[in-house]
T-cell receptor, first 118, second 114 residues
């Protein structure tokens, strides 16, 4: 079974600075997808960024980028020019590329609470 | 587009009571999911429906039943609520059940079982 580990329960960053959230995962599969979701106080789960394991290029979405290290099974999220609206819980998630019984789910880490200091 | 909607937003139940959580999506997605979120844990899959007419158990199905009423709606039923089912419940949908498809989440239902 796959597992996802987020070792930083809480992080804080000054507004306009850069912060990196860590995520590691364990899997025996070679093809899979990785996601970062943001959960603000409203509790809505919002997709921030996704990465296909077969792509070597790191995904970027505006101020958000990832550092995907497949051999190390590491998938960190970098937030540049942090803004007050970035304050939220951030969840790393894994999904198998194999679609059969039991593999359809997203496997989530326990989350990192990000605080933005004005 | 409303995306994924859930009702109710918040519910208090007594042990042994039953209730149904409703979920609907207007994105014409084929696949729908129910997750629960407990403190200090990530979301865990309860049940999912890969396509209309099919449902399957996820990671933590005990104590729950689901109905895929039509393509838009996927409900979660607690027949006899227990305090261990106090949680936040999220419904999600995706275009297909395949791995590369992004799952879109509803706003959640907070359930308290006394």
């Amino acid at each position: 079974a796959q597992t996802v580990t987020q070792s930083q329960p809480e992080m804080s960053v000054q507004e306009a600075e850069t912060v990196t959230l860590s995520c590691t995962y364990d899997t025996s599969e070679s093809d899979y997808y990785l996601f970062w979701y943001k959960q603000p106080p409203s509790r809505q789960m919002i997709l921030v960024i996704r990465q296909e394991a077969y792509k070597q290029q790191n995904a970027t979405e505006n101020r958000f980028s990832v550092n995907f290290q497949k051999a190390a099974k590491s998938f960190s999220l970098k937030i540049s020019d942090s803004q007050l609206g970035d304050a939220a819980m951030y969840f790393c998630a894994y999904r198998s590329a194999i679609t059969n019984f039991g593999n359809e789910k997203l496997t989530f880490g326990t989350g990192t609470r990000l605080t933005i200091i004005p | 587009n409303a995306g994924v909607t859930q009702t109710p937003k918040f519910q208090v139940l007594k042990t042994g009571q039953s209730m149904t959580l409703q979920c609907a999506q207007d994105m014409n997605h084929n696949s729908m999911y129910w997750y629960r979120q407990d403190p200090g844990m990530g979301l865990r899959l309860i049940y999912y429906s890969a396509s209309e007419g099919t449902t399957d158990k996820g990671e933590v199905p005990n104590g729950y039943n689901v109905s895929r009423l039509n393509k838009r709606e996927f409900s979660l039923r607690l027949e006899s609520a227990a305090p261990s089912q106090t949680s936040v419940y999220f419904c999600a949908s995706s275009r297909r059940p395949t791995g590369q498809e992004t799952q879109y989440f509803g706003p959640g239902t907070r359930l308290l079982v006394l």
